[in-house]
């Protein structure tokens, strides 16, 4: 074992909820040995399958040429990368705040089990992996590459997802504007009625995560998530019929069924093109996204529900069917903009040559290998097997996210739920409630997007992710015990936009459980559990404020104040448990000499998050 394999070994970092990043590695200078053993290597698993690229040879050979294959310079950046300017709004950059300064054509491939020919082949993608052919542990790139790649990524493949989210957005939550509009009164339905429809809506959308993710990792994200939009938008365009409570319950009971499932298979389709890092921000913007779907649907409720009269229908029909056929519209372009990876851009829609040249998927794949190697395990289209569906069911290490998922946004789904028939209840006319929802979700995303980044910044996912709890405490106490039949309708109003516009942690917990499951099937199946979890919080938020209960809820909200107050404790737990779990790993392995480490490396059965050389993010 190499000393220089030792010096690796030391420098490995404990708190980026991956398998150990090395921070610091010196540059390969005069290591003739091992440069030798790495052109090998590349020479093995580049050759052939770069015959097989869609850009052919002479821009293969072009490539291979920018990264130096003659001479070898594996120079590696500097782990942190420091910044005269402000970070993009899209991107983050702890030490950006900092003021320190970069050099923006220096290089910016950063330290990894690749460089080191010793632990290289324990981490080594499969040979079926559909990227492979851009694998290349030698490769190097600038700041300024890597920068304008991302802005790339972001505009090709984030701003689709977030209007896609939207489309989802729009077509399930829809059903508060039409209540508004005497959807309930009309069907003949009460409050009871509203709550088993929405009741019904997320246990739906909760047994279907699952199965849906089953049939995503085989099919690919590329075709299931088009197929489900265009199923989905006749189902809601066809609520223009509803008549009765049958009709609006089985509306709710598909809609959930076929709409589950979207936003975990959309979380594991972004991550085979970003980091870790990355991703938790991005999930920021795309959780804001939700929150812009639901100001446009105020917006648009406001002039559709005004089509009431129109053939003789209600205006709630039309906001149905007009909505409905605008997700049919994305579902169908959803075919062309969504490619299978970040190497199989090239299609009839998107252009034979694809979105990327093959210097920038040569970045792209392995700048997202060197920050989680375990992306490499599974081909994006490879069914998971129902015994890599019982262990990763089995993983009790990611139980504590399902728990928190359970949980932490009920206090404020609760109140959410009824705003718009409570707005109404006041006296706002149907138009005024449709707007004035609108200040708490600007407030709401701003708050959200605020907290993501936050998260990133202290690099503490449990800590902040319990702030929205301690907002919650003093506008549930002022609702459970303030006589609110005595105060202005106004009054209420504003303080029921304040405490609406809470950050979001959904975001950050989703973008958590990615990086605590290590592998690509946990991945899969740890973001559906953890949403299928979402939904159980949504089906008891929705039962909470009873009927025997109105107007003011003072039983349902001692019960908001209790959960409130049992979720942070769960928080602090949760952040006990991954933090006694690093250090039980850092005791074994830190106890551990070189040899046994790679002997370990080389021969253990452990998988994901389960081995030693994994450390839980907290």
């Not at 990043?21 to 050759?47: C, F, G, M, N, V």
């Not at 492979?132 to 304008?148: L, S």
Request: glycine share 6%; aromatic share 12%.
């Amino acid at each position: 074992m190499s000393a220089r394999l030792a010096s690796l070994y030391s420098t490995f970092s404990t708190s980026s909820g991956s398998r150990l990043a090395i921070q610091q590695l010196t540059p390969y200078t005069d290591h003739t040995e091992d440069d030798s053993r790495l052109r090998d290597w590349k020479a093995r698993h580049s050759h052939e399958d770069d015959e097989k690229s869609e850009y052919g040879g002479s821009e293969i050979d072009a490539t291979t040429n920018l990264l130096g294959t003659d001479g070898l310079d594996l120079t590696l950046g500097e782990p942190e990368p420091k910044t005269s300017r402000r970070p993009s709004w899209f991107s983050f950059n702890s030490s950006a705040s900092k003021g320190k300064e970069i050099d923006f054509d220096a290089v910016a491939t950063q330290p990894s089990v690749f460089d080191d020919p010793d632990l290289a082949p324990q981490y080594q993608p499969r040979h079926d992996w559909e990227n492979i052919h851009r694998f290349d542990p030698t490769a190097r790139w600038t700041w300024r590459e890597e920068k304008a790649l991302v802005r790339k990524i972001d505009l090709k493949i984030m701003v689709w997802t977030c209007l896609m989210f939207c489309a989802l957005e729009m077509d399930r939550a829809n059903i508060r504007q039409a209540v508004t509009d005497n959807l309930l009164p009309e069907l003949g339905l009460g409050t009871n009625d509203y709550n088993i429809g929405n009741s019904l809506f997320a246990l739906s959308f909760l047994l279907a995560e699952v199965p849906s993710q089953l049939v995503s990792k085989w099919l690919g994200p590329d075709r299931w998530i088009p197929i489900q939009m265009v199923i989905w938008s006749v189902i809601a365009s066809s609520q223009f019929t509803l008549s009765g409570r049958t009709g609006f319950l089985v509306s709710r009971v598909l809609l959930g069924i076929m709409q589950g499932g979207f936003i975990p298979t959309v979380v594991l389709y972004l991550s085979y093109f970003y980091k870790s890092h990355e991703l938790s921000v991005r999930l920021g913007f795309f959780w804001a996204a939700m929150v812009v779907a639901d100001i446009f649907a105020a917006f648009s409720a406001f002039a559709l529900l005004h089509m009431r009269g129109v053939l003789g229908y209600s205006g709630w029909r039309w906001l149905f069917l007009v909505e409905g056929i605008i997700t049919m519209v994305f579902g169908l372009l959803s075919f062309g903009l969504m490619p299978a990876g970040p190497t199989q851009t090239a299609s009839w829609f998107r252009g034979k040559k694809g979105w990327f040249t093959a210097r920038e998927e040569v970045i792209l794949v392995n700048r997202v290998i060197r920050d989680d190697p375990s992306k490499g395990g599974m081909h994006n289209r490879e069914p998971i097997t129902l015994r890599l569906l019982w262990k990763s069911l089995c993983d009790y290490d990611l139980w504590p996210m399902y728990i928190i998922g359970l949980l932490n946004h009920i206090p404020f789904a609760t109140p959410n739920i009824y705003l718009t028939l409570s707005l109404k209840g006041m006296g706002f006319t149907t138009f005024q409630t449709n707007l004035l929802v609108i200040p708490s979700q600007l407030l709401h995303v701003m708050n959200m997007v605020i907290l993501t980044y936050l998260s990133e910044a202290l690099n503490q996912l449990s800590l902040v992710a319990a702030i929205p709890q301690f907002w919650a405490i003093p506008f549930l106490l002022w609702l459970r015990f303030v006589d609110t039949s005595e105060i202005s309708k106004w009054t209420i109003w504003l303080v029921m936009t304040v405490f609406l516009g809470n950050p979001y942690a959904h975001p950050i917990q989703v973008g958590w459980v990615s990086r605590n499951s290590n592998t690509v099937r946990s991945r899969t199946i740890g973001a559906a559990m953890y949403n299928m979890c979402v939904q159980g919080g949504s089906i008891i938020a929705s039962n909470i404020y009873r009927q025997d209960d109105a107007p003011h809820y003072k039983r349902g909200n001692s019960v908001l104040l209790t959960v409130v107050f049992i979720n942070i404790a769960i928080y602090l737990t949760t952040k006990a448990y991954y933090t006694y779990k690093n250090n039980q790993r850092d005791r074994v392995w830190n106890a551990m000499t070189d040899q046994q480490r790679a002997h370990y490396l080389a021969t253990t059965s452990d998988a994901g998050n389960k081995r030693l050389d994994f450390r839980f993010a907290s």
